[in-house]
C-alpha cells in the first residue's frame, strides 16, 4: 500500500497514507510542465488540471531542522529528483498532486502521486511515482542528475512554438492563420510576435489568460502567396523579457532560441 515518508531535516519524520493526504487541503490548479530534453519548438511540453495537496502543508507537519536548502524526492524505484527548497516554498503552488484533467493520475503521469513545483523544469521539481520526500542540502546528497552536472536551480526559460501549418507542408494561396502556444511558467506571456521570411516581428493575437503557470494560445492571420516561406516566432514573458535568440542545447538548463519552421504555399 502506497504511503508517503517525510524525513531528514526535520523535527519529526512522519508517514503519510493515501487516505491522510486527501484529508487534507485540496487545490485544483492549471499548469503547464515543461521537459528540460525539450528542443527550441519541440513537443515536449504539456498542460493539464492538477489535483493534490500543497507541498508546504505536508512539509509543514514535520517542521524545519537546521539550514535545508534542497527537497531530495524519492520514486518507488529509486530515482532521486532535487528541488530548491526557496523555490519549493516561496508561495508557488507546489504540490504533490494525486490526480489530472478530472481523474486519478494515469500510471504514465506518476500514480498514484507525484511532486509537481510550477516553473521548474521536469528533472527538478516533478518527480513521478513519489514515495518520499527528504530536507537535505546539496552539500550532502545529490539527486540523479545532479551528480551528472545538470542544473541544480533550472527555472523553465521562456518558449514558444508555431504549431499551424506544419513544418515542410504545403498550404494554398490568401488569408490562414499562423497559429501555436507559448509558455513561460510562473512569469506568465504577455506578447507573442510573428516574423515572415525575415522581415520586420509582427504581434500575434493571444487567446485567454489562464494563469502565469499556464500556456498561452496565439494566432496570426497571414496573407500567404506562392513561394516557399519561413516563419519564425517569439514570446516575451509577463516580466517583459524576450525570448532570447542565442541558441543553446538543453544541456545543463534548458534550450533556447528562436523556434522557425519552413513551409510552402502553392
Known amino acids: 500500500m502506497w504511503a508517503l515518508r517525510v524525513d531528514g531535516m526535520v523535527e519529526q519524520p512522519f508517514r503519510l497514507t493515501m487516505d491522510e493526504l486527501l484529508a487534507m487541503p485540496v487545490i485544483e490548479r492549471d499548469i503547464t510542465m515543461t521537459c528540460v530534453s525539450n528542443e527550441v ?76 513545483v510550477p516553473g521548474l523544469y521536469g528533472f527538478v521539481g516533478a518527480t513521478k511515482w513519489l514515495t518520499k520526500l527528504t530536507l537535505t542540502t546539496y552539500a550532502a546528497e545529490q539527486a540523479y542528475w545532479t551528480r551528472r552536472q545538470w542544473a541544480t536551480d533550472a527555472p523553465v526559460k521562456t518558449g514558444s512554438r508555431i504549431d499551424t501549418p506544419a513544418p515542410l507542408s504545403t ?59 519561413r516563419l519564425a516566432v517569439r514570446a516575451t514573458d509577463g516580466r517583459g523579457v524576450t525570448q532570447p535568440a542565442t541558441r543553446a542545447t538543453p544541456f545543463p ?9 519552413v513551409m510552402t504555399v502553392a
Request: hydrophobic share 45%; charged share 15%; aromatic share 8%.
Open 41 to 116: 519548438g519541440g513537443p515536449y511540453v504539456g498542460a493539464a488540471r492538477w489535483l493534490g495537496v500543497r507541498l508546504t502543508d505536508v512539509l509543514g507537519r514535520a517542521g524545519v531542522r537546521g539550514r535545508p536548502d534542497q527537497v531530495l524526492s524519492t520514486a518507488v524505484d529509486g530515482f532521486t529528483i532535487s528541488t530548491p527548497l526557496a523555490v519549493a516554498t516561496d508561495g508557488r503552488d507546489a504540490m504533490i498532486a494525486v490526480g489530472m484533467n478530472g481523474a486519478a493520475l494515469p500510471p504514465i503521469h506518476g500514480f498514484p502521486a507525484r511532486l509537481l
Open 171 to 229: 498550404i494554398p494561396a490568401g488569408r490562414t492563420a499562423v497559429g501555436g502556444v507559448a509558455w513561460a511558467q510562473h512569469r506568465g506571456i504577455s506578447r507573442v510576435e510573428v516574423r515572415i521570411d525575415g522581415a520586420q516581428w509582427q504581434p500575434a493575437r493571444l487567446g485567454p489568460d489562464v494563469g502565469i503557470d499556464y500556456w498561452r494560445q496565439w494566432w496570426f492571420p497571414w496573407d500567404a502567396i506562392s513561394g516557399t516561406h
Open 253 to 261: 538548463d534548458g534550450a533556447s532560441g528562436i523556434p522557425e519552421t
